[in-house]
Nanobody, 120 residues
Framework: QVQLVESGGGSVQAGGSLRLSCTYSYPGHYMAWFRQAPGKEREGVAEIPFRGGGTTYYADFVKGRFTISRDGAENTVYLQMTSLKPEDTGMYYC???????????????WGQGTQVTVSS
């Protein structure tokens, strides 16, 4: 079973930045970041392919502000978050999938999450 460990969350003011890290025991064919705000459903934030072709993909609400990247030597996936807004507040989860499919679908490996709080 894959092990995913997130870190890097914290509290920042609006307009600030954070970098989340996800260390994995082995990667999926795709890795992604999801988030869940209190009282809301979990939603996909960004996705990155590890095998074959394909490009990174971002939810509309983070385009131009967040960047997903990976470091194979460090077994880590990152989420650089800039221009943070209060609505970005939530628990951020790292996830992995090994099957094809549409964006943010079919994820079966999950981390425990790291909390991000953005104050106005």
């Amino acid at each position: 079973q894959v092990q995913l460990v997130e870190s890097g969350g914290g509290s920042v003011q609006a307009g600030g930045s954070l970098r989340l890290s996800c260390t994995y025991s082995y990667p999926g064919h795709y890795m992604a970041w999801f988030r869940q705000a209190p009282g809301k459903e979990r939603e996909g934030v960004a996705e990155i392919p590890f095998r074959g072709g394909g490009t990174t993909y971002y939810a509309d609400f983070v385009k131009g502000r967040f960047t997903i990247s990976r470091d194979g030597a460090e077994n880590t996936v990152y989420l650089q978050m800039t221009s943070l807004k209060p609505e970005d507040t939530g628990m951020y989860y790292c996830a992995a999938r090994w099957l094809g499919g549409s964006w943010f679908e079919g994820y079966t490996g999950w981390g425990q999450g790291t909390q991000v709080t953005v104050s106005s």
